[in-house]
């Protein structure tokens, strides 16, 4: 793993981590932030927003695009500003980006941090991600990992396993959450027997430009395929927690520039001075072929799917 401090796109200190396959971008001017993830020499995979590049300052929020870390359920405090310089401490395997806490404009005392570690070899990244508690209330809260992927692409998620009805599958297996701009009849959504996809568009026709689905994912991945790149992330899932958003591990959403792949920890009640922890492992493919359906992602997605799970047995150290 190499590590080397870059301007990048009018911030001047931003970090380029690589291991010759891949390579990171993560802001340290505002942030911590992600900026981009993808082969080395090559595209990146984020989605950014031009008009914000180069950005410090201020008491508005800024998207900025990339990888973020936010706080679930989304309130006005989810929408703290991350305008100002954060920390870089590099630690054997690990670089530590710890934001300030968040105390103006108007104070929600967390603080947020983002590590990661890159594989020797591959493509495989760790992203931990710590929520601390800085206030003297307890709060409950769940860690919120959003990726905001490029135009053009697709989401893909796993639905429960199927069998038919008989007196073992009297109970449900699964859920989806709808927000109030969620429209089923919207041709982006493509809902198979097993799979659940959602595509990004940059010029929808339907009645809402914005589209959002939250599941409950027993199995703990999802992907995004776009231009012959896989884009694979798992988040360990918690059987016995409650997660957000009427019990939410993994949410989607779009809108015309970008499509944002999201996991969630468990909700908890975070006590003065303690902290929320989430993980998540990314992996990228190329050379994935096209298709539709679910025959499409059983043949050319799944496949590279399970090529993770020995990564995620054998995790970065």
């Not at 927000?179 to 659940?196: E, I, Q």
């Not at 595509?199 to 199995?219: A, C, H, V």
């Not at 990228?284 to 995620?312: N, S």
Request: glycine share 8%; charged share 20%.
């Amino acid at each position: 793993m190499t590590v080397g401090k870059i301007a990048y796109h009018g911030w001047p200190n931003a970090y380029r981590i690589s291991n010759g396959t891949v390579q990171l971008i993560v802001l340290t001017d505002v942030g911590p932030r992600i900026i981009f993830y993808g082969f080395a020499n090559g595209e990146n995979e984020f989605h950014e927003f031009a008009d914000q590049a180069g950005k410090t300052g201020g008491n508005e929020f800024r998207s900025y695009g990339g990888h973020r870390l936010w706080v679930s359920p989304e309130t006005e405090t989810t929408y703290f500003p991350d305008n100002v310089p954060v920390r870089v401490i590099r630690q054997a395997d690990t670089v530590r980006f710890i934001a300030p806490v968040e105390e103006s404009p108007k104070p929600t005392y967390f603080q947020k941090e983002i590590d990661v570690r890159v594989s020797p070899t591959g493509t495989h990244i760790t992203v931990i991600h710590k929520i601390t508690n800085h206030a003297t209330d307890a709060i409950e809260m769940a860690p919120w990992a959003l990726s905001a992927m490029a135009q053009n692409g697709r989401s893909i998620f796993p639905l429960p396993a199927k069998a038919p009805w008989g007196k073992t599958h009297l109970l449900p297996e699964g859920l989806l959450a709808l927000w109030s701009y969620t429209d089923l009849s919207d041709r982006r959504w493509v809902f198979g027997t097993k799979y659940l996809q959602l595509r990004q568009d940059p010029n929808p026709t339907g009645q809402f430009k914005e589209q959002m689905i939250g599941l409950y994912d027993s199995q703990g991945w999802g992907a995004y395929f776009r231009k012959g790149h896989l884009f694979v992330k798992r988040a360990e899932v918690e059987r016995a927690a409650t997660y957000p958003d009427y019990g939410c591990n993994f949410e989607t959403y779009t809108e015309p520039g970008f499509l944002e792949l999201e996991s969630l920890g468990p909700l908890r009640k975070l006590h003065a001075g303690e902290m929320a922890v989430h993980v998540e492992d990314w992996w990228l493919f190329e050379g994935v072929p096209a298709g539709e359906g679910d025959d499409w992602v059983e043949e050319a997605i799944v496949p590279r799917v399970k090529q993770t799970q020995h990564d995620r047995a054998n995790p970065i150290r």
